[in-house]
């Protein structure tokens, strides 16, 4: 007779989680945060509204936003059950490293005023959970003290429209340490976020009776923030725009720093290649042929991305792009992603359809501004452990099984 005793588990396996979502350890107002979303909800509180609006706010009438999200729901899973996943891992390998998840923190601006030492924050704790984090261009904090603090930090940098600059800025970052370099390309102008405007944000950030108000009734924001940074730093800088310090956050040459862009082309990023001894990443990329392009050049990655749908509104999304992105070039770069991602299973569909490492910026940047440190990590646990979960149920014990087989089309 069978015997009706289930076969134990082989000696090797891991030691299954004690249980999703544990809370056990975090401060009180992180306790009911069960979710990326939660944190955008508990952040919109958190921050003065203009903070928040930048941070959350898109181009013109958030079509591409929107898109973002909903391209996810044209693709269900095909799981597959009864298989053995109590193997599961989610590692990856990317340029030499093996990263722990296939997730990273993509590079939102002027982050420390929204959480204190924002940038520092985000890199020492996606080093810290050995996951790529990408410091901003329009960071506060200077390169060199992040690179100090977190090595595995990547480097995000918009070109100067003085091209004249585009040399001594590639070279101090080089001198800082970074081994990885981010172009951005997709912003040959500003963007018509009038969401900005009717929020009370503005470049430069300009005092006045609202954002005062906002910080009074916000207390936590305004003394472990704003009145923080202020009396142990002084008066936010962009620090890394240029090879040389850039405009304080208040001054109005800030935005003038950042326009002419538009004669830039993909000679300059020929030049940049050539001077540039690292792992080369162009960011922004939405069709084929510059994908080819970039490839061509010799990229190392690029980054399928409509920068949150906060440039062209209308442009179409990041994961609808990715299978042909990835099927044209796919051999011969890495082809990552960012925009829209909210869960494990956001991050499981792309890696199926051809992504090496995906991207989250608001998500990340609400969790530093609402609970610091400890709030990155969290926000990285409850991902991390939706990717693990999903695996498991999908039937996968890497994300090598993760493909396009898992996948469906799922009618609209």
Same mark, same amino acid.
């Given at each position: 007779?069978? $015997?009706?005793?289930?076969?134990?588990?082989?000696?090797?396996?891991?030691?299954?989680?004690?249980?999703?979502?544990?809370?056990?350890? *975090?401060?009180?107002?992180?306790?009911?945060?069960?979710?990326?979303?939660?944190?955008?909800?508990?952040?919109?509180?958190?921050?003065?509204?203009?903070?928040?609006?930048?941070?959350?706010?898109?181009?013109?009438?958030?079509?591409?936003?929107?898109?973002?999200? +909903?391209?996810?729901?044209?693709?269900?899973?095909? $799981?597959?059950?009864?298989?053995?996943?109590?193997?599961?891992?989610?590692?990856?390998?990317?340029?030499?490293?093996?990263?722990?998840?296939?997730?990273?923190?993509?590079?939102?601006?002027?982050?420390?005023?929204?959480?204190?030492?924002?940038?520092?924050?985000?890199?020492?704790?996606?080093?810290?959970?050995?996951?790529?984090?990408?410091?901003?261009?329009?960071? *506060?904090?200077?390169?060199?003290?992040?690179?100090?603090?977190?090595?595995?930090?990547?480097?995000?940098?918009?070109?100067?429209? +003085?091209?004249?600059?585009?040399?001594?800025?590639?070279?101090?970052?080089?001198?800082?340490?970074?081994?990885?370099?981010?172009?951005?390309?997709?912003?040959?102008?500003?963007?018509?976020?009038?969401?900005?405007?009717?929020?009370?944000?503005?470049?430069?950030?300009?005092?006045?009776?609202?954002?005062?108000?906002?910080?009074?009734?916000?207390?936590?924001?305004?003394?472990?923030?704003? *009145?923080?940074?202020?009396?142990?730093?002084?008066?936010?800088?962009?620090?890394?725009?240029?090879?040389?310090?850039?405009?304080?956050?208040?001054?109005?040459?800030?935005?003038?720093?950042?326009?002419?862009? +538009?004669?830039?082309?993909?000679?300059?990023?020929?030049?940049?290649?050539?001077?540039?001894?690292?792992?080369?990443?162009?960011?922004?990329?939405?069709?084929?042929? +510059?994908?080819?392009?970039?490839?061509?050049?010799?990229?190392?990655?690029?980054?399928?991305?409509?920068?949150?749908?906060?440039?062209?509104?209308?442009?179409?999304?990041?994961?609808?792009?990715?299978?042909?992105?990835?099927?044209?070039?796919?051999?011969?770069?890495?082809?990552?992603?960012? $925009?829209?991602?909210?869960?494990?299973?956001?991050? *499981?569909?792309?890696?199926?359809?051809?992504?090496?490492?995906?991207?989250?910026?608001?998500?990340?940047?609400?969790?530093?501004?609402?609970?610091?440190?400890?709030?990155?990590?969290?926000?990285?646990?409850?991902?991390?452990?939706?990717?693990?979960?999903?695996?498991?149920?999908?039937?996968?014990?890497?994300?090598?099984?993760?493909?396009?087989?898992?996948?469906?089309?799922?009618?609209?």
């Amino acid at each position: 007779m069978a $015997s009706s005793q289930a076969p134990s588990a082989p000696a090797s396996a891991p030691k299954a989680q004690a249980a999703y979502g544990q809370r056990a350890g *975090l401060p009180r107002h992180l306790q009911n945060i069960l979710s990326l979303q939660d944190f955008e909800a508990a952040a919109r509180k958190h921050l003065p509204r203009p903070l928040y609006g930048y941070v959350s706010g898109a181009a013109e009438d958030c079509v591409s936003l929107q898109a973002n999200r +909903d391209s996810f729901k044209q693709y269900g899973f095909s $799981s597959k059950v009864m298989v053995d996943v109590s193997q599961r891992n989610q590692k990856v390998e990317l340029f030499g490293q093996t990263w722990d998840s296939p997730f990273g923190v993509a590079p939102v601006g002027i982050s420390a005023i929204s959480a204190y030492r924002g940038d520092l924050v985000l890199a020492q704790t996606a080093a810290a959970n050995r996951i790529p984090a990408i410091m901003s261009g329009t960071s *506060l904090i200077p390169m060199e003290e992040v690179a100090k603090a977190a090595p595995s930090t990547w480097f995000q940098a918009y070109l100067p429209g +003085d091209t004249t600059r585009i040399d001594g800025l590639i070279e101090r970052i080089a001198a800082a340490g970074f081994g990885t370099l981010v172009i951005t390309v997709d912003i040959p102008v500003w963007a018509n976020r009038e969401n900005n405007v009717r929020t009370g944000f503005s470049m430069p950030l300009r005092p006045s009776l609202r954002l005062a108000y906002d910080g009074i009734i916000r207390p936590r924001w305004m003394l472990g923030t704003m *009145l923080r940074t202020l009396i142990n730093h002084g008066m936010p800088h962009f620090e890394n725009s240029f090879a040389t310090r850039g405009a304080p956050l208040l001054s109005g040459t800030a935005i003038r720093d950042t326009t002419g862009r +538009d004669h830039l082309n993909w000679k300059h990023i020929e030049r940049i290649r050539q001077r540039w001894q690292g792992n080369l990443i162009i960011k922004g990329i939405l069709n084929e042929d +510059d994908a080819a392009m970039a490839a061509d050049i010799g990229a190392q990655g690029i980054v399928v991305s409509n920068h949150g749908g906060r440039q062209l509104d209308g442009v179409v999304a990041p994961l609808q792009m990715l299978p042909q992105v990835v099927d044209r070039v796919g051999h011969r770069t890495a082809v990552m992603m960012d $925009s829209g991602i909210r869960r494990g299973s956001d991050v *499981l569909k792309a890696v199926a359809l051809g992504a090496r490492m995906v991207f989250l910026g608001r998500p990340f940047m609400y969790a530093a501004a609402v609970g610091g440190a400890q709030g990155v990590d969290h926000a990285i646990t409850l991902l991390r452990d939706e990717v693990d979960r999903n695996m498991a149920m999908l039937g996968a014990n890497s994300m090598a099984e993760i493909t396009r087989d898992c996948l469906r089309s799922t009618p609209r």
